[in-house]
């Protein structure tokens, strides 16, 4: 396809979807959240298992916890994100661990790949929960990551857990608060989440180094 071509197919799925958004009737987010309720206890249900199935794969986290807040509320939509991010960080971590550790032990001898896993096992449930706090590094390569590593896998989910909860509860109340209140500052919460995140990458990056 050349360029010329490509350029108008874009413009005309471009004119297609303002003319989807024109015709067809959007619903609001508060109705959205009414839909999820009606449909009872089968909502948080089949949303945790998508949640903690979909994020195995490197597909945004954010979207995900967004969606539990819009659907669930903040209380309900916290639980289910918080549960389904440790069931997502477990099975992506068994399967680096289990299909890729030895590919990573015939490579240790490696400057570079021995670093990162002294980095992550060194580091422990600090060094997780550092890595965990910034909200650039993405959820499920650093879980690829934890797994090809030497690193406990007690001490990866528990630094999973803590180091995730603050940026998904910000999100999950953001998604709740479409549905009418006012959005919370979310660039302020991560920002102080990436400072705190980095300062504590930084210790344990030089522990490690020192010790």
Do not use: K
């Amino acid at each position: 396809m050349s360029g010329r071509t490509a350029l108008i197919v874009a413009l005309g799925l471009l004119a297609a979807l303002v003319a989807a958004s024109l015709l067809v009737s959007i619903p609001s987010p508060a109705e959205v959240r009414a839909w999820a309720s009606a449909a009872g206890w089968a909502t948080p249900v089949l949303f945790l298992l998508a949640y903690a199935v979909l994020t195995v794969a490197p597909i945004p986290r954010t979207v995900f916890s967004l969606s539990a807040g819009l659907l669930l509320g903040e209380a309900v939509g916290v639980v289910v994100a918080m549960v389904a991010t440790g069931l997502s960080a477990a099975l992506a971590f068994a399967l680096a661990r289990t299909l890729g550790r030895r590919w990573v032990e015939r490579h240790l001898e490696r400057t570079v790949v021995r670093a990162v896993n002294d980095r992550l096992s060194g580091g422990g449930t600090p060094g997780v929960i550092s890595l965990r706090l910034i909200p650039m590094i993405p959820f499920a390569p650093l879980n690829y990551c934890c797994g090809l590593s030497a690193i406990r896998f007690r001490s990866y989910l528990v630094g999973t857990l803590i180091g995730s909860l603050p940026g998904t509860a910000a999100v999950v109340i953001l998604g709740d608060a479409l549905t009418g209140t006012t959005p919370p500052a979310l660039l302020g919460v991560y920002a102080a989440l990436a400072a705190a995140g980095g300062v504590g990458l930084y210790l344990v990056l030089h522990r490690t180094r020192v010790s």
